[in-house]
């Protein structure tokens, strides 16, 4: 038996673009001899869907679908595809997500996913009832043991494993004790940093508790926020892995079940996987949106827009973007230099547009209402509200998306300014810690074997440059310290106890980061949407209340048993 798997990035909604993407890597594996295709966790209609699932014409569409990739198949061919299955009963949700069986230009059998993941980007009990009963499908002489992506992540580890078991069910154990001949995985599992050894590990374990191969396929592209790596695999019974998918980009496998294999392994680099990532989610933005002719990025001679720009040219091309610089009386001359150097290095088209005459403007309209007060931060932040109306005009005009810079770091702690450089259609950089940004310019430069971002760039103290010679330490901690702390507190979920006692950081200090991430949660929440490379990203996976009085210490205290704070 040839059995292939085809990663590919299908589009949300676009059910015809779709069925032409199944059915075109369908006619490719049968031509190259395959029995069997698998598609990843619904592949007709793209995943999440979301509220698409709510409006009853997408519903019948999208089995209209299915039924006419049924009908356009090599009826010689079988294929196991994810799709939205109606739900017969008048009771619960009306949608099973399913892993359909097509053959002989029909759908011959599926079976429900069980375990509806409803925490961070996911909210699939929304949409869909779990399925009541765990079984094989047979086919051709095989038991295929073929189950949908989260139903593999609740498997019972032996006693110790620090795993969390989120649900009573074990779907794939039930399988298991079903004699499948082997295990299918239809997935669209996200990419996040280190998600590769943590999905490496799990098969491995679930191979070796059952004695049976083991075959994911998982989606692979960006929608919105969410990234997927793809990393299909196939473990042999004992655990080894001998076939690995590309990562980041479309790919179909085969495995013979008959023919001797060999080891596959790929080792990852995580700065790698993260630029990679960055990439592939600004170009699939940019592409799967379809509205915008270039991409537009403010340069401020600074680290973050600088790898920004270098990442929408990785994944756009030099001709695709354009990179504006918006001096104003502060900015410093390395400021204008540096960003004309980046753009040179790039081959990007290059802007140069002082924004005094809009700040000098400003000033005079409000001279009135700020007589006999202090200059300060509003004054400061008009320069960057200045920058952002530039900005946003050009995109208006021209029809370009417009990739907002700030990083983690500073989204975290609110050191952004709303309607200036919070604005664009896309934050890239949201998700990662401003450490981390650091390492991506050094990875760029490597990459190409030059300094494609400048080394005074990156050799500069942070700053904003809302005042004269300003750093960003003037506000904040270090970034090392700030980024340990954070790490800590938003990806981790640790406390402040916690945090003090692995970081050895002063209490006060750890105390003080932690109110401003408290705090600054209504300027997230008017930030762009922000591609998602961690376990916790800012956005529709941290869903935390604006408005509130959650006293975190004494909530902390109270659940420790320790004396409140005073």
């Known amino acids: 038996m040839k059995i292939a798997l085809a990663q590919i990035n299908p589009t949300i909604g676009d059910l015809d673009g779709n069925r032409q993407l199944l059915l075109r890597y369908a006619r490719q594996a049968h031509d190259q001899g395959a029995d069997l295709v698998v598609f990843p966790e619904l592949s007709v209609t793209g995943y999440p869907p979301q509220d698409l699932l709510e409006n009853p014409f997408f519903r019948k569409a999208a089995q209209q679908t299915v039924d ?48 509806l993941p409803t925490y961070d980007i996911f909210d699939e009990d929304r949409y869909f009832e779990p399925a009541e009963e765990r079984r094989v499908i047979e086919w051709r002489g095989l038991r295929l043991g073929v189950h949908v992506c989260e139903d593999m992540w609740n498997v019972h580890r032996p006693e110790g494993y620090a795993g969390n ?37 799990l098969v491995k374990h679930i191979c070796r ?59 990852r680099d995580p700065i790698a996987d993260l630029h990679d990532a960055l990439v592939l989610g600004i170009r699939d933005y940019y ?4 509205i915008f002719d270039k991409a537009l990025v403010g340069l401020s001679g600074g680290i973050d827009s600088a790898v920004t720009c270098a990442l929408a040219t990785a994944a756009l091309g030099p001709d695709r973007v354009v990179g504006v610089t918006m001096p104003s009386e502060i900015s410093s001359e390395g400021s204008i230099t540096d960003s004309e150097a980046l753009t040179h290095n790039l081959g990007i088209e290059f802007k140069e547009i002082p924004i005094k005459p809009a700040v000098d403007a400003f000033d005079t309209m409000l001279a009135d209402e700020f007589a006999d007060t202090e200059p300060g931060v509003a004054e400061e932040n008009i320069q960057s ?182």
């Open 385 to 566: 509200r200045a920058r952002g109306v530039t900005l946003m005009a050009l995109s208006n005009k021209f029809g370009h998306l417009l990739l907002s810079t700030g990083n983690k770091s500073e989204m975290a702690v609110g050191y952004v300014t709303l309607y200036g450089d919070t604005n664009g259609g896309v934050a890239v950089l949201s998700d990662v810690l401003k450490t981390r940004v650091y390492k991506l310019a050094h990875y760029i430069n490597e990459r190409a074997d030059t300094d494609v971002i400048p080394q005074n760039t990156i050799d500069k103290p942070p700053s904003a440059e809302l005042r004269k010679n300003q750093k960003d330490t003037d506000s904040l901690p270090p970034y090392e310290t700030l980024d340990a702390i954070l790490e800590r507190y938003v990806e981790k979920k640790k406390e402040l106890g916690t945090i003090v006692g692995e970081t050895g950081l002063d209490e006060d200090l750890v105390r003080d980061v932690l109110r401003l991430v408290d705090r600054n949660e209504y300027k997230r929440r008017q930030a762009p949407p922000g591609l998602r490379v961690t376990e916790k990203a800012f956005g529709i996976g941290r869903r935390i209340p604006i408005v509130m009085q959650w006293d975190r210490e004494a909530g902390e205290a109270l659940a420790s048993e320790r004396p409140l704070p005073r």
């Open 68 to 115: 006419r990739i049924a009908q356009e198949l090599p009826s010689d061919l079988g294929v196991l595809l994810g799709a939205p299955v109606p739900n017969p009963d008048q009771f619960g949700k009306p949608l099973y997500n399913a892993a359909l069986l097509l053959e002989n230009g029909q759908v011959q059998d599926h079976v429900a996913k069980t375990l």
């Open 287 to 290: 592409e799967k949106t379809g």
């Open 209 to 267: 508790r059952h004695e049976r191969p083991f075959l994911l396929c998982n989606q692979v592209g960006a929608n919105t926020e969410i990234i997927y790596d793809g990393d299909s695999r196939i473990h042999t019974a004992d655990g080894t892995q001998v076939e690995c998918a590309a990562s980041f980009e479309e790919d179909l496998l085969f495995w013979d079940t008959d023919a001797p294999v060999s080891p596959c392994r790929t080792e």
């Open 165 to 201: 078991h989120r649900y009573e069910c074990d779907p794939v154990a039930e399988i298991g004790a079903c004699d499948p001949d082997l295990f299918i995985n239809l997935s669209a599992s996200p990419f996040s940093i280190g998600k590769h050894a943590v999905r490496d590990d």
